[in-house]
């Protein structure tokens, strides 16, 4: 019996992510270990999910746990393995709502991890996973995985499938360091989402799938020119970066300042950039001036692509 399970009560913590990595819609992700959320589960008599506290920067999260991604995703978990227990849930959260960086997969995640070390048998991976993406619909209306795996799972992550997801961790070459650029406004997944159209032009699809397998090509290989000749969104991107005050701006600079590419972070507004580590400082100013030019102030970070997955610190 673990320490957890013997007292009833775990934490962990989630990592945020981003989510497509441009050319990855809903399949690609990667987590971000610089910002994340924190989950408490205790194990209660009564049956079902209770959330006693949400604090940190949390604007209006919803205290009904079939409303909460974490909530959802532990009812989701309660009703497959059936403990003969409940769940009380307190989220500290460290991912600013809306910002594109994967805060509701991150809750989501962060939640399943802590109830999994009271149970009496563990669940795979693969059943977190899933149990996590119940959560996840509620804030996409959609169950989608790219922003999930990465969290749980840490680096650089492909899943495949939906009912039955694999997921397969992709190597980075050393030296690339991400830039993630956070403007200081409010974009909902749904918002985002609604926007996109239902169809495809075949030649944007051939493009697209292209640059998918050149990049994870570039990623096994260490070949930064084709990671480089890659990394370009021409399916989503163009249609949502309207959203996004001065983005043609923001991509621009990062590229003129040595990037390998520039794309938005999941839903937005969050935009980020991979570049060689020497070029990362450089990337980073560019692209917080070019918002600054459109008055948005801005967070920041300069991150390894080889972040540590969700884990128990408590």
């Given at each position: ?9 775990a ?35 009564e ?42 849930l ?7 709502l ?42 996409s ?27 397969k ?13 956070r403007?200081?406004?409010?974009l ?16 944007d ?93 801005t ?16």
């Amino acid at each position: 019996m673990s320490a957890a399970t013997a007292l009833g009560r775990a934490t962990a913590f989630a990592p945020a992510s981003v989510g497509n990595v441009a050319i990855g819609f809903d399949i690609l992700g990667f987590a971000i270990e610089a910002l994340g959320d924190r989950v408490t589960v205790t194990r209660r008599a009564e049956p079902g999910v209770a959330i006693s506290a949400v604090r940190g920067i949390s604007g209006e999260l919803p205290k009904e746990p079939r409303d909460n991604t974490a909530g959802r995703a532990l009812l989701a978990m309660l009703e497959a393995r059936r403990p003969g227990f409940g769940f009380a849930l307190e989220i500290d959260k460290g991912i600013p709502l809306g910002s594109g960086l994967g805060g509701s997969a991150a809750s989501a995640v962060g939640a399943v991890v802590a109830a999994n070390a009271l149970l009496p048998q563990a669940c795979s991976p693969l059943e977190l996973l899933e149990f996590a993406m119940a959560g996840e619909a509620v804030a996409s209306g959609a169950r989608h995985v790219d922003n999930i795996a990465a969290s749980l799972y840490g680096g650089l992550v492909l899943t495949v499938g939906i009912d039955h997801p694999r997921v397969k961790q992709i190597p980075v070459p050393a030296g690339i360091r991400a830039v993630i650029v956070r403007p200081h406004m409010f974009l909902a997944t749904s918002q985002a989402r609604a926007i996109l159209r239902r169809s495809v032009e075949m030649s944007d699809f051939v493009w697209q799938t292209a640059n998918l397998a050149g990049f994870i090509s570039g990623c096994y290989t260490d070949d930064l020119d084709m990671i480089r000749a890659s990394l370009e969104d021409v399916v989503i991107e163009p249609q949502r970066q309207a959203l996004i005050p001065g983005f043609p701006d923001v991509r621009r600079g990062a590229m003129e300042a040595g990037a390998l590419g520039c794309s938005i972070s999941g839903a937005g507004p969050s935009m980020f950039a991979w570049a060689p580590e020497a070029m990362a400082p450089a990337v980073l100013a560019a692209m917080r001036g070019a918002f600054g030019r459109h008055a948005l102030a801005t967070d920041a970070w300069v991150v390894e692509v080889r972040a540590a997955g969700a884990r128990l610190i408590g």
